[in-house]
């Protein structure tokens, strides 16, 4: 047989034995400290903190992008900079004079983490501007060892929160927009090779070799294959480097079938055959945004509700933090932190190594008013229509009276919405239904105006998860360009509110309520107790007396707890039942 032919073969039967497919790399169990963690802080700092700037729903991290596209915005606040005639990685490039870290404790963030109640740090080490955070030997000019804080921030922080008793975890982005191999989002997506094979993979192969991280969450993906990022190799391989308690997330490029999922700014996405944790910012943006509202950040009720939801549900929260320049976490940031922190120490039995119960989360149904609106065109990013309601699933019904123009004219209107949006006519015809936002583009239907009667219209939005999208437009030239339908339109919300969810730990289940309870507390529906069930309020001393019905319903005393005990706990408040 040939020499190189049988070279080649033996390096194929290599690869497979090492599982070079998503099949095998599925077959790798999942470790279970990430399943069992729940919480880790994700820590978004890099030159991009230095302007510190988006839109009041933007993302800060992006600030490199919105130069490469013109963005007004960021163009101004890049004027006070640099001059805006230089090539875009010229005028970035002047951040690194300002990025000091001057303020910057890795033991300080490190122990502030712990004491939230994390389990894991996630860093990111190289965002998409290409900028790495080490002395990464494939980006020689362009890291922070040799420009900007002129320090090693991978190692110092890694060192800092395994001192902790904390796992470490990297961020990784697979493309980026500086790099002249493949300039992402410019250059051709298919021309990327050139950018892997001798960039992005050896880049990858040092960080990974140096420092060991326990999980890995890669990004920038969804523009390629994962056979042109080379992606399950670089999985295979880091597993092998760093052994059974390594874990990486779902972004490998298109249609990754592996890893932990990444929903991002949701709900969370329920009861997976694999791990997740939703990645979001304790404001709208990862990086820090000076161009945020209060009312953009979660309550510390808000935050602790929506974590307990996510692991009632099986997933966990890798919650962001945005430094500044100089290496301080804002002061709402940290009291965040604490809030949190406080909270799992009276309750974190409930939600570390817990799993989901058999009931889910009970809620009820709620409605309210929407602001009156002259046309439906919106974008709700990381937000809600209103203050109080959640991000996902809810139901808008506006009602629209649009009187008559002087003329008899055929039209086009047009729905987008995400995810489904329907238009009715006064008498309840439907018009237009679009089930799925992919169909926005293209979807549309005719309707004639008489000039003569008034125009009703029904248009409904259900939204399912992630971003919300609501858009009734009309075209007067045939389809040639689309304007907002303007009418007077009324709008109704609904929702279902969350009052508790369950988790179950041990055999004992915990009860976690979203509302202060007073002096007795009814749960319906749940399995029959054993005669002589202790039941406790995480926090408080007393056992608490209690009945239960034939139908389930379960009433709890609280007479006898100590107010002062009781006066201490506040955001959610967690009952165990001992089976």
């Known amino acids: 047989m040939n020499h190189k032919l049988l070279a080649a073969l033996l390096l194929l039967t290599a690869f497979a034995a090492h599982g070079q497919t998503w099949e095998s790399l599925n077959a ?25 700037y988006a839109g009041k729903e933007g993302y800060a991290e992006w600030f490199y992008r919105g130069l490469m596209v013109g963005d007004s915005g960021r163009c101004q606040i890049m004027s006070l900079y640099a001059d805006t005639t230089l090539p875009v990685f010229e005028q970035y490039k002047e951040f690194t004079k300002y990025w000091r870290a001057e303020l910057w404790s ?3 963030w490190a122990r502030m983490f712990r004491e939230a109640g ?3 740090v996630v860093l990111v080490t190289k965002h998409h501007d290409g900028y790495s955070l080490w002395d990464d030997p494939y980006q020689p000019g362009w890291n922070s060892t040799v420009s900007g804080p002129h320090r090693n921030i991978v190692e110092e922080l890694t060192a800092a929160v395994r001192h902790e008793g904390l796992r470490m975890g990297f961020y990784y982005s697979l493309p980026e927009w ?7 989002m410019q250059d051709p997506d298919s021309a990327i090779t050139d950018y892997v094979d001798n ?11 140096r420092y060991h991280p326990d999980l890995i969450f890669a990004d920038g993906d969804w523009q390629n294959t994962p056979e042109q990022l080379r992606s399950v190799e670089l999985i295979d391989w880091y597993y092998r480097t760093v052994g059974p308690d390594a874990i990486v997330n779902d972004r490998w490029g298109q249609n990754t079938k592996h890893g932990f999922k990444t929903p991002e700014y949701s709900a969370g996405i329920g009861v997976s055959d694999r791990p997740w944790a939703e990645c979001r910012g304790l404001g709208r943006s990862f990086g820090l945004n000076r161009n945020e509202d209060l009312d953009n950040y979660l309550t510390s009720t808000a935050l602790i509700q929506h974590f307990c939801e996510l692991v009632a549900h099986g997933g ?5 933090v945005g430094p500044a320049a100089d290496g301080h976490i804002p002061l709402i940031q940290q009291e965040r932190l604490r809030d949190l922190g406080h909270w799992l120490q009276v309750n974190g039995e409930a939600i570390y190594g817990s799993r989901p119960y058999i009931i889910p989360c009970q809620r009820e149904h709620m409605t309210a008013e929407m602001p009156h609106t002259t046309a439906i065109d919106y974008d709700w990013v990381r937000n809600a229509p209103l203050k109080g309601m959640p991000v996902d699933n809810f139901t808008i019904r506006w009602h629209g009276v649009m ?9 086009l209107i047009r729905a987008e919405g995400d995810d489904e949006i329907w238009v009715l006519t006064g008498d309840d015809t439907i018009l237009y239904y679009n089930h799925s936002w992919a169909e926005n583009d ?3 239907a005719s309707y004639h105006f008489d000039g003569k009667s008034a125009y009703l219209f029904d248009v409904i939005l259900k939204e399912k998860d992630l971003e919300a999208t609501a858009h009734f437009s009309i075209s007067h030239d045939g389809g040639k360009t689309f304007a907002p339908l303007y009418a007077d339109w009324h709008g109704t919300t609904s929702w279902d509110r969350t009052l508790r969810c369950f988790t179950t730990k041990a055999d004992n289940l915990y009860v976690i309520e979203f509302e202060r309870p007073g002096r007795t507390l009814t749960l319906p529906n749940l399995p029959r107790l054993k005669k002589g069930t202790a039941i406790t309020l995480l926090g408080t001393t007393a056992k608490l007396k209690w009945k239960q019905k034939k139908d389930g319903t379960l009433t709890l005393d609280l007479t006898t707890l100590d107010p002062k005990e009781l006066n201490t706990l506040d955001y959610a408040w967690v009952f165990r039942i001992e089976n």
């Not at 500086?178 to 992402?184: G, L």
């Open 28 to 52: 790798r169990p999942y470790p279970q400290w990430f399943s069992d963690a729940k919480l880790g802080i994700f820590v978004h700092w890099g030159l991009y903190s230095v302007p510190a």
């Open 106 to 108: 890795p033991q300080d």
């Open 118 to 120: 994390a389990k894991y």
């Open 178 to 184: 500086s790099n002249p191999r493949h300039i992402w």
């Open 199 to 209: 960039h992005m993979v050896p880049q990858f192969k040092d960080l990974v070799s």
């Open 316 to 320: 966990g929260l890798t919650l962001n």
């Open 403 to 411: 009187w008559p123009s002087r003329q008899e004219e055929d039209c």
């Open 442 to 444: 293209q979807a549309q």
